[in-house]
Each structure stands twice: as structure tokens, then as C-alpha cells.
């Protein structure tokens, strides 16, 4: 005797070797025992197994669903007595089972009651299943089509339509990403270099630029006609005129211009040094729809050959420090004897008239580590070498003077019509020294202002290697000062534009826009430090576009490198720091040659290949305190970054003494 049974949703055939009351034990065709269950079994038959199930099979391909669903009634039924309806005479062992497997086959048209009993699916549902049915193998024709076309990399349009959904807010049920998911999948390919090869990513700048903005500008990056409108194009302040003239540094890129410096010759050899900030906190109103914007962006994000201003130019204009205007500043007068000692500290607010704007480019060739002995012949030379002596001494007041340590570099991006320059600049040049200890010199005695008269202002710390914020003066031990407040980037920066508008009333002996515990004050600090973080990894990230862009640009072949540590390794001559797997152990500091073997900006990686070394390291460099002196140079000011501003974190080895150094002080 033989059975048919179901197992694991599937029928069976074998042939009874012995039975007890619950079960049976079994042998199938191809000799291997088990056990069934008595409950499992369908039915009972003679017919020997060979050739059972393929004629089963056969039989119940030439049986119409249709049909059937129409023969079945609307009551529940047994497969057997419907076999013998069906038939018209009692079935055979073989037809018996083909009914079975076609109606086990379709679940639309019979609805599962039991071991081997069925039911008829309603008219309507079986409508709306059948449907959907056809719907699903339409779809995946279309699928199949269009994974054809990816693979001969061709952009369906359709799928082109959900360009942005694929390429930024993936949604793994839709079918346009199962479609691309399919198709990449059968090249081992990614998801993003597929939409490349097919042309749906027409721009790899634009694609990386494209998700930071979905994320932190999705309205936007203009700014409305309340907000634009807001200052008034004639402001006009009742202040004292300053009775000097004001000149500043910058890049050549530079459109903001935050902060400029002046000097005096007073009575009894006594030099008056005015260090004079933008002042923008006269004009933009707290709480008002520019500053809701403004709290919002929290500060100007920059990226090689482009930036997004935290102000529009209508809000710029009347404060930048631009050359030949009258414009409102916060001053801080230092008042320095012939030993360079400041024996006075004075702030204001006033106007003054600005001079000059000096530009790094046309500066530098006066001024400079050569310079400094003998007159260049640059009108502002005297000026400048006064105020980087005073530099000095102000560095050395902080304990962090150093003539023996050697320079680092940073690097400038200047893009023109998609190509790329970089031009490196040695830091802690005599311009960067000057503009740098000023500006810590004003974010110091302004930080202590407020501390004096108990008025909270916005913080960058340092204690125990941690850099952080805080509502509270602390000390800044990286920078070897009691406490340091942003103040000086009030154009480019959320926290320099609320500390200044603190300072202002300190200064003109108002109420504070912010006072003590003011929740308002938190939430600032808190949204600015993740926005910062945030920007500044786009920056970075830009940078390391750029980077690589430089390689194909330049169809560098290629590449001299310094050994970081273990496998990861500095590129000469740009910022960008890269793995190189085979690289043999060597010491840090190491130099090697790499030749390019693959530049990929999608996915911003490059891979090298070790040729040789150039030269051994005399001793292995630590760099075991890069991460937290790193976080040092984060209290730097942008002063002289704009829209080339370098990525310290990622480029250059750190120490807290550098950050008084970089350029972007």
C-alpha cells in the first residue's frame, strides 16, 4: 500500500512499511525512510510509485482553473469528492492527486480549509486577487526590462524621475529601488556608481553638494524678501567717530569682512592698537525674522570655490569692512608701552573709516619671514611688523612661544570654470602670527568682560584635552588663556553675533539681549555645535572632491606621501590623507612614493599602490594626540578662510601651539 501526504507544504508519495496508530513509517521512491504522521496523509492507493507524481503532474497541468473554480460551488470540499464530480466516475489514484496539486497550487482561486480540503474564493475577491495578480507580472516585465537597460547602463525614465528618492532618501519598497537594486546587484556594482555609469548623475560635485543641502537647506539657500528687506540700505547710527583709520587682512576671496586694525602714536611712548570688529548686532534685530534665519544657519558654510553666507549681502554690505567706507564697529584699544606690556584695555562702540583692505596675494610679497629686518616699501610695512612684534609678545604672554617649531602648511582652493588650484601657505608666517594672537587677544578680554559684570555669553573651553562649549568662562588650556568667547566672525558666525550684542551692552550699559539662564542662550550653543560639526565635515569633504579632481585634472600618474601611521598615509602638496593596502611597515613620518591606480570623487576614495620609499623617517613621529589637539584648532577664527578655507582637522598635524599659528585664527 501506498500514500499521498503533505510535508512542509508540499505532496508526496511512499509506501507503507508499518503503521501504528498515529503514524506511519515510510519508504519513498528513492529508498529513504521516514516518518509520517497518520494526520498528514491525503490518500491511499495502489498504483506503484514510479511514475506517480510525474503523471500527477502532467494531469494537473491540462486542468483549467476557471473551470474548476466554476465546478467547485460556494460550500467547502474535499479534494477526493471533488475528483469524482470533476471526472464524473470515481478518479483514478493519479487524477485524484493532479486536483489536488492544482487546487493547492492556486490559494487565489481556493481558499486552504485543512489537510486536503479546499474552499472556493469569492467572485469579487477573486477579481480584485487576479488583479493585482496581473499587476505584479506587468510590474515585474517592467522590471525586467528596465534592469536590462541598467545593465547596458541606460536610465529608464521612470526611474530617472525618481532620481533624488534613489540617489538621497532610498525607499527600499518602491519599485524604482528594487529595480536599481536588481540591476546592481547582477554587475556587482553600487547603487550610486550604476546611476553614474547610466548618466543620472551628470555632476559628482553637484551630487555631494546636493545631499548636504537636502539636509541642512532643503528650502533653500536664498533668503526671503522680509528677510533681505529687513535692514535698511541707509542705516545710520548715532556713534562717535573713531579718530583712526582702520586697515585689514584678508584673502583675496574675501567678502565678509569681519574684523580690521588700526594704530596711534599716543603721549609718553604709549601706542594705542585698535582692534575693530563688524558690527552687525546694531542692525539685526533679536528674535526678528533675519536673526530666526540666522539662528537657523548658525554660521557660513564654506566649500572650495563657493560658500552659503549666514547673511544675505542686504544684511553684509552696510557692516563689511570695506575699504574706503564709514562702518559701525565694536573696538577694543589696547594701550602697549615700549616693552610691548598692554597697560590698557578699553572697548567701544563707534565708527570709523576704513582705509585699506589689504589681501594676503599682493601683501605677502612685502611682508614676510624675509622682510621683517628692512623697510619692503609696502606703505602699511611699519604698521604691520609693529603689530606682529606686538604678536610676539602677546604669544609668548600666553606661554606658547616657540621660534624652534617647525612650519605647517595649509592650503587655499581657488576653483575657476571646474578647475582646481591648490596653493599652500606655510602657517604661522608673520601675517598669520599678527591677525591670529589679535583676534584671541579680543576673544580672551571680551570673554572676560562679560565674566566681570556676570553677563553669560558663548564659550570654546578646554580642560583635560576636551574642547566643548559653555555658558561659563573657563579656561581654554590649548590656547593658554582664562577663557575665550567667539566674538571677532560676527558676519560669518551665530555665536560671534550673540556674544557681540552681550559685549554691546556691557559696553553702552544696557540690559543683555540674553540674560542669566536664558534658555534661548542653551539652545544657540547646543544647535551651533552639531551645526558646525556638521558643516565642517562637508567642508572637509568638498575639500577631499577637489582633492581627487586635482588627480584627474592634472592626470597624475603618480604621488609622494608621508607615513601618518600604519597603513594611512599624508599626500604632498593637498589635504587629503588616504589608506594604502600592501604599504609595508614603516615608521611615521616615513616618505613614499604611490603610484594612482583608481580616482573615484563618487565615492571620494583613491586607491595607491606602494612603488618605493624616499626617504626613511630618522625617528617615528607621535601622533598619538593628533585627535585631541585637533580639537584645538576648532576655537580658530574663519578671518582669513572665506570660500577657500582649509580643512586643519584632516591635513595637518596639530598641537595646541599651532592654533595661534593657522591662518584661520
Known amino acids: 500500500m501506498n500514500v499521498f501526504f503533505e510535508e512542509d507544504g508540499s505532496f508526496k508519495i511512499a509506501s507503507i512499511m508499518s503503521e501504528t496508530q498515529g503514524a506511519l513509517q515510510v519508504e519513498s521512491v528513492s529508498g529513504k525512510r521516514t516518518k509520517v504522521k497518520a494526520s498528514n496523509v491525503l490518500m491511499r492507493f495502489e498504483t506503484p510509485l514510479a511514475g506517480f507524481m510525474e503523471a500527477a503532474n502532467t494531469e494537473a497541468e491540462t486542468l483549467e482553473l476557471d473551470f474548476l473554480w466554476e465546478c467547485c460551488g460556494e460550500t467547502e470540499f474535499g479534494f477526493e469528492e471533488f475528483s469524482t464530480d470533476y471526472y464524473g466516475r470515481k478518479p483514478t489514484s493519479i487524477e485524484a492527486a493532479a486536483i489536488a496539486i492544482k487546487l493547492h497550487s492556486a490559494p487565489v482561486y481556493f481558499n486552504r480549509k485543512g489537510k486536503g480540503r479546499y474552499k472556493a474564493a469569492p467572485a469579487e475577491i477573486l477579481k480584485a486577487a487576479l488583479a493585482g495578480l496581473e499587476k505584479k507580472r506587468l510590474l515585474a516585465e517592467k522590471m525586467a526590462a528596465f534592469v536590462e537597460d541598467l545593465k547596458s547602463h541606460k536610465m529608464p525614465e521612470d526611474l530617472m524621475q525618481k532620481r533624488d528618492m534613489l540617489l538621497y532618501e532610498p525607499d527600499k519598497n518602491a519599485f524604482e529601488y528594487k529595480t536599481l537594486d536588481a540591476a546592481a546587484n547582477a554587475l556587482h556594482l553600487s547603487h550610486l556608481k550604476l546611476m553614474h555609469f547610466c548618466g543620472a548623475i551628470p555632476s559628482v ?82 528674535e526678528g525674522t533675519l536673526d530666526k534665519e540666522v539662528m537657523q544657519r548658525l554660521s557660513t558654510v564654506y566649500m572650495p570655490g563657493n560658500k552659503i553666507t549666514m547673511l544675505p549681502e542686504s544684511a553684509i554690505r552696510p557692516f563689511s569692512l570695506d575699504a574706503g567706507e564709514i562702518k559701525p564697529v565694536l573696538s577694543l584699544y589696547l594701550h602697549v608701552n615700549e616693552a610691548l606690556e598692554i597697560i590698557q584695555r578699553d572697548s567701544k562702540v563707534e565708527l570709523i573709516k576704513v582705509a585699506e583692505n589689504l589681501r594676503h596675494d599682493t601683501l605677502e610679497p612685502f611682508f614676510n619671514e624675509g622682510t621683517l629686518e628692512a623697510d619692503s616699501g ?152 552639531l551645526t558646525y560639526k556638521a558643516y565642517s565635515e562637508f567642508q572637509t569633504r568638498m575639500e577631499r572632491y577637489w582633492c581627487l579632481q586635482y588627480l584627474i585634472q592634472e592626470n597624475v600618474q603618480e604621488v609622494h606621501a608621508t607615513v601618518w601611521r600604519e597603513n594611512l598615509v599624508r599626500l604632498d602638496n593637498m589635504p587629503y590623507m588616504t589608506k594604502v593596502y600592501g604599504l609595508p611597515e614603516l615608521k611615521s613620518g616615513t616618505r613614499v612614493s604611490l603610484q594612482v591606480q583608481e580616482v573615484d570623487t563618487l565615492l571620494l576614495d583613491l586607491r595607491t599602490k606602494f612603488v618605493q620609499v624616499l626617504e626613511e623617517a630618522a625617528v617615528a613621529l607621535d601622533f598619538d594626540d593628533a585627535d585631541s589637539n585637533n580639537e584645538v584648532l576648532e576655537v580658530l577664527e574663519p578671518e582669513l578662510v572665506d570660500s577657500n578655507a582649509p580643512d586643519l582637522i584632516s591635513t595637518d598635524i596639530a598641537t595646541p601651539d599651532d592654533a595661534v599659528n593657522a591662518e584661520t585664527i
Open 205 to 286: 560635485h553637484d551630487y555631494h553638494l546636493g545631499a548636504f543641502l537636502r539636509e541642512y537647506f532643503a528650502k533653500g539657500t536664498d533668503f526671503t524678501a522680509e528677510q533681505i528687506a529687513e535692514i535698511a540700505a541707509d542705516l545710520s547710527f548715532d556713534l562717535p567717530m573713531a579718530d583712526a583709520e582702520a586697515f585689514s587682512i584678508d584673502d583675496s576671496t574675501t567678502t565678509e569682512i569681519d574684523d580690521a586694525f588700526s594704530i596711534k602714536q599716543l603721549a609718553d611712548g604709549i601706542t594705542r592698537v585698535g582692534i575693530h570688529i563688524a558690527a552687525p548686532a546694531l542692525g539685526i534685530n533679536v
Open 378 to 529: 609696502h606703505p602699511y610695512w611699519a604698521k604691520l611688523l609693529y603689530l606682529f612684534n606686538l604678536a610676539v609678545s602677546l604669544e609668548k604672554s600666553r606661554g606658547k612661544y616657540d621660534p624652534t617649531k617647525p612650519p605647517q602648511v595649509d592650503y587655499n582652493f581657488y576653483v575657476t570654470d571646474d578647475k582646481v588650484s591648490i596653493v599652500g601657505r606655510h602657517r604661522g608666517s608673520p601675517m598669520d602670527k599678527l591677525v591670529a594672537e589679535l583676534m584671541i587677544e579680543a576673544n580672551n578680554q571680551w570673554g572676560a568682560l562679560l565674566a566681570s559684570h556676570e553677563v553669560p555669553g558663548l564659550y570654546r573651553a578646554q580642560m583635560g584635552g576636551r574642547v566643548y562649549m559653555t555658558t561659563k568662562a573657563e579656561p581654554h588650556q590649548g590656547l593658554g588663556v582664562a577663557q575665550y568667547a567667539w566674538s571677532t566672525s560676527p558676519l560669518r558666525r551665530a555665536v560671534d553675533l550673540i556674544n557681540q550684542r552681550q559685549i554691546i551692552s556691557v559696553v553702552q550699559n544696557d540690559q543683555p539681549a540674553y540674560p542669566q539662564n536664558s534658555d534661548a542662550l542653551t539652545t544657540h550653543m547646543r544647535n551651533f555645535e
